[in-house]
C-alpha cells in the first residue's frame, strides 16, 4: 500500500501512456496485480473518457470490486456509460449490501436502471433493506449468508456451504435456524472442519449468541463487532428471526462516517458525507454558515455584559487587557474537558448516569488546573507586567482579581463541559454538537460574569 502511494504518480502517467497508444494489453496486465482499492484510486483521477474504458479491461469480479471502491460520482458515471448487459454483469458480482449502498447514493433515473436491471430476488433484498430507517442495522445488513439446519450431519453442511457459498459475502461463520427462521446457533467452518462427518449441527454448534437487532443503531452495531472482535454479526427481527449479517468491513464504513460526523460538528460544521473536494463552494459554504451565524448571534451576549460593566472598566482600564486570556483559558479549559466526555460517550465507555463520577472528576481536576495557572499567572503578572513592562496599574488586588477570576472560570468551564454533552445525549442530540465553539461562546459569557463581580468585591467598583 505504501509502496502504491509512492509510485502513484508514476502510475498514472503509464496508465495514460499506454491509453495513449492504444496498448491495453500492457495496460490490463499492469492492473491484474493490484488490489482493488489502489485500482479504484487510480481511477478516480482519471478523465472521463479514460474512466469507463480501464474498468472495461478488467475481470468481472474485479471490476466489481473496484466498482465498489469509487466514489459515487464515479460511479454514477460509470452506470451512465454502461450497456444493459455489461450493467447487469457488474450487478450480478456485487454483494448485496453493496448494490444498496449504491443505490442509496444514485439519483431516481439511475436508481430505476439499476433495479430494472437487477434479478427479481435482489430487487426484493434491496427494497426491503431500504425500508429500515438510515442509520439502522437493517439499512447496513447484507441477506446474503449460509444457514443450516441442525439436525444436519457435517457432511450434508458442507454439501450446502459448496452449493451455497459462492454467492455469500462470508462463509467463517454459519448459521443455525429453525423451520421458522429463529437463530438457535452457529458453528464455524474450523468447528466443521476438525469434525467428524457424521457430527449432528446440533451436537457442535455454539448456541451462546450475540446478535443485534434491525432497529439498533449502526454505531451501536459496529462498536458490538469491535468488542467482540467478531468478522460477522447476526441481524434479528423482534421475533428471533435471521435477517441477514453485518460484516466487519461494513462496521469499519459505519465507525470512519461517525467520526468523521463527530469531527464536523465539533468544529461547528454540518455533516456533510462527500469528501472535501468533491464538495462545491456553495455546498461547503451552506455546512458552515448555519453555525457560524448562530455563534455570532451568542455572541451578543458577552459584548452586553462588556457593555454593561462599561464604567468600571473606565474606572480600571488595566482589566481590558486581560479578558482575552481569561475568555481563551476558559474556553480551552471547557473544550478540553467536552471533548475527553464527547470521545467517551462515543466510544460507551461514559453513560448518563455515569454523571456525578465525571463531574466529581472534572471537578478535582479544575482546582488542581485553576490553582496551578493562577499562581503562574499571579507570579507573571507581578514580574513581567508590573516590574519587567514598569505597569503601575498592576497591583496586587488587581493580580488577585484576575487571579480569583481564574481559578473559578476554570472550574465553571470545565463544570459546563463535561455536563453538556451528556445532557445532550440523554435528549437526544448528538454530543459533539456541544464541543468548542458551542462552549467556548458560553464560557466567554460566563467568565466576564465571574470578572467583573470579582472586580466589584476586590477592587470596589
Known amino acids: 500500500m505504501f509502496d502504491m502511494e509512492n509510485r502513484r504518480a508514476e502510475l498514472l502517467d503509464k496508465i495514460e501512456e499506454l491509453i495513449l497508444r492504444k496498448q491495453y494489453a500492457q495496460l490490463r496486465s499492469l492492473l491484474l496485480p ?13 478523465s472521463e473518457e479514460q474512466l469507463p474504458l480501464v474498468f472495461r479491461l478488467l475481470p468481472k469480479e474485479l471490476a466489481a470490486e473496484v466498482f465498489v471502491e469509487l466514489d459515487s460520482d464515479e460511479q454514477e458515471m460509470l452506470i451512465r456509460g454502461f450497456s444493459n448487459t455489461e450493467l447487469k454483469e457488474v450487478l450480478d458480482e456485487l454483494y448485496l449490501d453493496d448494490t444498496v449502498d449504491i443505490v442509496e447514493e444514485m439519483p431516481a433515473n439511475v436508481v430505476k436502471r439499476i433495479l430494472r436491471h437487477s434479478d427479481p430476488d435482489t430487487r426484493k433484498s434491496i427494497n426491503e433493506i431500504l425500508k429500515y430507517p438510515e442509520d439502522s442495522t437493517g439499512s447496513i445488513m447484507t441477506t446474503e449468508y449460509v444457514d443450516l439446519q441442525k439436525d444436519m450431519t457435517v457432511a450434508a453442511a458442507f454439501k450446502r456451504i459448496r452449493r451455497t457459498g459462492p454467492d455469500k459475502e462470508t462463509i467463517n461463520i454459519c448459521y443455525v435456524i429453525d423451520k421458522n427462521r429463529r437463530l438457535i446457533g452457529l458453528v464455524s467452518i474450523r468447528t466443521l472442519l476438525l469434525a467428524d462427518e457424521d457430527a449432528v449441527i446440533e451436537d ?11 432497529l439498533d443503531d449502526q454505531e451501536l452495531t459496529a462498536r458490538a463487532l469491535s468488542k467482540y472482535d467478531f468478522l460477522a454479526l447476526p441481524v434479528v427481527d423482534t421475533e428471533n428471526r435471521l435477517v441477514g449479517i453485518v460484516t466487519v468491513d461494513d462496521a469499519m464504513d459505519v465507525l470512519q462516517d461517525e467520526v468523521t460526523e463527530d469531527i464536523q460538528l465539533m468544529a461547528a460544521i454540518l455533516p456533510s458525507d462527500k469528501p472535501y473536494l468533491k464538495n462545491g463552494i456553495f455546498e461547503i459554504f451552506r455546512a458552515r454558515i448555519p453555525w457560524l451565524l448562530l455563534l455570532m448571534i451568542s455572541a451578543t451576549f458577552t459584548g452586553q455584559i462588556i457593555a454593561k460593566f462599561e464604567t468600571a472598566l473606565a474606572a480600571f482600564t488595566v482589566l481590558t487587557a486581560y479578558i482575552p486570556m481569561l475568555m481563551d483559558t476558559g ?13 467517551g460517550v462515543s466510544l460507551g465507555q461514559i453513560k448518563f448516569s455515569d454523571l456525578p463520577q465525571v463531574v466529581w472528576k472534572e471537578t478535582r481536576v479544575s482546582i488542581v488546573c485553576g490553582v496551578v495557572l493562577s499562581a503562574a499567572n499571579f507570579v507573571k503578572l507581578m514580574l513581567v507586567d508590573r516590574m ?3 505597569n503601575s496599574a498592576v497591583t496586587v488586588p488587581v493580580a488577585a482579581t484576575v487571579c480569583a477570576t481564574l481559578i473559578l472560570t476554570v472550574f465553571c468551564a470545565k463544570l459546563v463541559g463535561c455536563t453538556l454533552p451528556l445532557l445532550a445525549k440523554k435528549i437526544g442530540f448528538d454530543p459533539a454538537v456541544m464541543a468548542s465553539p458551542f462552549i467556548t461562546t458560553i464560557v466567554d459569557a460566563i467568565s466576564l460574569l465571574i470578572y467583573f463581580q470579582f472586580a466589584a468585591l476586590l477592587l470596589g467598583i
Open 34 to 46: 493490484m488490489e482493488a482499492a489502489d485500482i479504484a484510486q487510480l481511477c478516480e483521477e482519471l
Open 204 to 214: 457442535i454448534m455454539e448456541t451462546s449468541i450475540v446478535s443485534v437487532s434491525t
Open 388 to 390: 519587567l513592562f514598569h
Open 331 to 343: 474556553g480551552n479549559s471547557g473544550s478540553q474537558a467536552s471533548v475527553t466526555v464527547i470521545r
